[in-house]
Nanobody, 126 residues
Framework: QLQLVESGGGLVQPGGSLRLSCAASGSTLESYAIAWFRQAPGKEREGVACISRRHVMVKFADAVRDRFTISRDDAGNTVSLIMDSLKPEDTAVYYC???????????????????WGKGTLVTVSS
């Protein structure tokens, strides 16, 4: 049973940077495609970034492209979301999610994910 725990959220000023981490336990992330999602107050959950097994492919939402980076460390069983040039509109609860898969495809939609963390809050404000 794969369990995911996000960490690294907090308060940051506009223009600042923050690194979120998703730690896995119970299984190895090597067998999973991973995605990050976020949900702002009063809004629908949206995809942020996704990454295939073995980092063959990555994809970013238009709102975060060129500012965020996703990476995975299968040996350490963690996935990171590195956020730069943060904006107030980035304020949200950020979730990591995983989908077990034998292939190297991207899975980026919430309905495609099988395991979810509980989320970590990122607040971008001066």
């Amino acid at each position: 049973q794969l369990q995911l725990v996000e960490s690294g959220g907090g308060l940051v000023q506009p223009g600042g940077s923050l690194r979120l981490s998703c730690a896995a336990s119970g299984s190895t992330l090597e067998s999973y495609a991973i995605a990050w999602f976020r949900q702002a107050p009063g809004k629908e959950r949206e995809g942020v970034a996704c990454i295939s097994r073995r980092h063959v492919m990555v994809k970013f939402a238009d709102a975060v492209r060129d500012r965020f980076t996703i990476s995975r460390d299968d040996a350490g069983n963690t996935v990171s979301l590195i956020m730069d040039s943060l904006k107030p509109e980035d304020t949200a609860v950020y979730y990591c999610a995983a989908r077990w898969t034998p292939d190297l495809s991207l899975y980026c939609a919430p309905g495609e994910m099988g395991n979810w963390g509980k989320g970590t809050l990122v607040t971008v404000s001066s």
